[in-house]
């Protein structure tokens, strides 16, 4: 079983760039997708129903912006979109779905980068990233399978980040949002990808500018966390730098079939 998570940067952009090619063709069985910056009308109907997949969606109030999206080849038990807290809500910005006995929280935590590209966007990020966790860790405690993807917008460690010396200062490396993931990981919460692989320059981001892509100056930013009782199922994480259609590129976990059961 294939879990994936990808930020598309536009649902509509990611579609013209081949993504129904590679849903169709890429063994997936669930995928997250963050910043889908679409209502379900403006989504063409190709993408809302493609063969093989059920999807859900949940767009934020501000057209064009965050959302997320689930497809799934299995449908969804349930499908909960609200966190109770109205200034996180109408940023659509997760999606909690029920496959069995296995949730799949789907997120796209907020960038701590204000209007004015300055850091004022950074409470909100860790409050939104607090109150998530907050939600999730009665169930984690009584046995919950339980899998948190998305992007983060935050490299942990400099191990993240092509150049950590560089970013100190910007919002997605500064210390109180590493310090954030931190406090995650202390919760008993298992980074998939570094569980397996612990070699650097592995990133799923990568600015459009100067070829950054192209020279692999990236961040890690997507993470696929598990949690105690989900970890078992997991035989492996990857992140997929060759699949193109984003300035992200997809991640994944692939897990045992019983975790549903």
């Not at 090619?21 to 910043?35: K, N, P, R, S, Y």
């Not at 939104?128 to 942990?156: C, P, W």
């Not at 592995?202 to 020279?215: F, Q």
Request: proline share 5%; net charge neutral; with cysteine.
């Amino acid at each position: 079983m294939r879990i994936y998570s990808w930020n598309v940067n536009g649902i509509r952009a990611c579609l013209k760039k081949g993504f129904l090619d590679w849903l169709a063709t890429g063994g997936v069985d669930i995928v997250g997708l963050q910043e889908v910056r679409a209502t379900l009308d403006k989504i063409p109907p190709e993408a809302l129903e493609p063969q093989g997949f059920h999807a859900n969606f949940f767009a934020a109030k501000k057209p064009g912006y965050s959302g997320v999206g689930i497809y799934s080849t299995q449908e969804a038990g349930e499908v909960e979109t609200s966190m109770g807290v109205e200034d996180f809500d109408v940023e659509g910005r997760v999606q909690f779905a029920r496959f069995g006995k296995l949730l799949v929280v789907n997120t796209y935590v907020p960038n701590g980068t204000g209007p004015n590209r300055d850091l004022s966007r950074i409470p909100y990020k860790l409050g939104f990233s607090q109150r998530l966790f907050e939600m999730l860790e009665e169930e984690k405690q009584n046995g919950g399978r339980i899998l948190v993807m998305g992007d983060y917008n935050t490299a942990h460690k400099d191990i993240d980040i092509a150049r950590p010396k560089e970013n100190e200062k910007n919002s997605g490396f500064r210390p109180e949002e590493r310090a954030e993931i931190d406090r995650i990981l202390d919760l008993s919460w298992t980074d998939t990808f570094r569980h397996f692989n612990k070699e650097p320059e592995n990133y799923s981001w990568w600015s459009h500018r100067a070829g950054a892509r192209g020279r692999n100056i990236g961040w890690r930013i997507d993470y696929i966390l598990a949690s105690p009782a989900a970890m078992p199922f997991v035989k492996g994480a990857a992140i997929h730098p060759k699949v193109m259609g984003s300035d992200h590129c997809p991640i994944s976990v692939e897990m045992k079939n019983s975790v549903l059961k």
